[in-house]
């Protein structure tokens, strides 16, 4: 009996992970994600590539047009020599002009010709002249930034001061900032980052395949060989083969997902070296991905059980909606519950929600990606997850059987209770 059962849960479950390998809208669905993920992080490779072909034959060094000079103007004598400038802002074209040639400078910044005209007034005061901010934005704030100190620092010679005794003055405070979350060593806005686009992964992975599991078993109540199969089949064997057979097919394209981001980040990683955002978010701790896995399928399979259940009692494919509303609604107050985690991930609401079961392949998640959690905790957690799984597992199998041959009105609560106490008796 237990050979036959196995035989059958295996045929199920061949059978479910196959129509999704076979499914188009699958397979076009991965293939085009992989593409996105391949574009989106090669776009810094291809935009460099495009500026080292120089395509439209002009030339693309800012630098090299004159259109975007900056005039500085020194009403002071004071102001440092050109290479001073060039040497502190190598990125802005300057050219040091005359003050008597403002009027000329001011109009040909007004028709495009000159980037802005820095008037120097006094070592503390500095006049602008700019038509509208460049690619670059306006230049005026980060000259005036670099002439203060040195201004200052001829103030300061003045007085008499060595020029180590000026460099000291003039040093400016550092602040060193040490955070920890869990083991890994990183920052809060590392772990952040990456903690909130694993979180959103398992939201939308186990909200899309668990409707699928629903839509899926509701549209073969239109299917009357069903009936035959469900009344010499063991329904554990149908319920498990369906929904397993689905969580290794949404495994396999989550696996494919991340495996080509990370491929695609590590072949373009040198143009993410000055955006430690995007470094953070791929540098994650190995530990990190085994708990987005490990809570991938808890949540998965407990929620794929219930909306396998759910799904059964729908009368139509377009009753789904209304059917599964209840599981929405536990799994987006899991989803809230985490995102206000992940502020106070130490708080003892998000403590106590790592403890439910229903909230915990979330919550307990966030606490792991954000915070120290005692390993006993993590085991505890676990254990109820998968206690409840296979209660859930369980009872999901005996709805399905009354639900696939139940056609009309979805029965009350109570009324399905009393028929699966019925069935008890009966069995």
């Known amino acids: 009996m237990n050979r036959d059962r196995m035989n059958q849960f295996r045929t199920v479950l061949h059978y479910e992970f196959m129509n999704y390998m076979r499914n188009k809208i699958y397979v076009g669905i991965t293939i085009f994600t992989v593409v996105v993920l391949l574009v989106a992080l090669s776009l810094p490779s291809i935009i460099d590539v495009v500026k080292n072909l120089n395509i439209g034959g002009g030339d693309s060094d800012p630098l090299s047009d004159p259109k975007n000079t900056v005039h500085v103007i020194d009403k002071t004598g004071q102001a440092p020599s050109l290479e001073w400038f060039r040497t502190a802002m190598p990125?802005?074209?300057?050219?040091?002009?005359d003050q008597k040639d403002l009027e000329t400078i001011r109009g040909q910044v007004n028709s495009g010709d000159a980037r802005a005209a820095f008037v120097i007034n006094s070592p503390l005061n500095y006049t602008i002249i700019i038509k509208r901010d460049g690619p670059g934005g306006n230049p005026g704030p980060r000259i005036m930034n670099s002439l203060e100190p040195y201004f200052r620092s001829l103030r300061l010679a003045a007085l008499g001061l060595t020029d180590s005794q000026i460099t000291n003055v003039l040093s400016e405070a550092s602040l060193e900032q040490v955070e920890t979350v869990s083991d890994s060593g990183k920052s809060m806005e590392q772990a952040y980052l990456y903690t909130y686009i694993l979180l959103m992964l398992l939201y939308m992975t186990v909200m899309l395949y668990g409707q699928m599991?629903?839509?899926?078993?509701?549209s073969e109540k239109s299917n009357?060989?069903?009936e035959m199969l469900i009344t010499s089949a063991n329904p554990m064997s149908l319920m498990f083969g369906k929904v397993i057979g689905s969580g290794l097919a949404g495994l396999l394209q989550i696996g494919i997902f991340v495996l080509s981001a990370f491929g695609f980040y590590q072949i373009n990683a040198s143009s993410y070296a000055d955006v430690p955002m995007v470094r953070s978010a791929f540098n994650m701790p190995g530990q990190i991905l085994f708990y987005t896995i490990l809570f991938y399928l808890l949540g998965y399979f407990m929620y794929a059980f219930l909306y396998g259940a759910l799904g059964s009692l729908a009368s139509r494919v377009e009753d789904i909606n209304t059917s599964i509303m209840p599981i929405v609604l536990v799994f987006m107050t899991a989803m809230m519950v985490s995102i206000f985690g992940m502020i106070t991930p130490d708080a003892t609401y998000v403590t106590v929600a790592s403890m439910i079961p229903f909230l915990s392949p979330m919550a307990m998640f966030v606490r792991i990606c954000m915070t120290?959690?005692?390993?006993?905790q993590i085991v505890i957690s676990v254990v109820l997850m998968i206690l409840t799984i296979i209660g859930i597992g369980w009872l999901s199998a005996r709805i399905y059987r009354i639900g696939i041959l139940m056609y009309g009105k979805p029965p009350r609560p109570r009324e399905l209770f009393r028929i699966l106490r019925s069935e008890k008796r009966n069995a």
């Open 91 to 97: 990125d802005i074209r300057i050219t040091l002009s």
């Open 213 to 218: 599991v629903a839509t899926s078993v509701a």
């Open 224 to 226: 009357r060989a069903m």
């Open 372 to 376: 120290n959690v005692p390993p006993y």
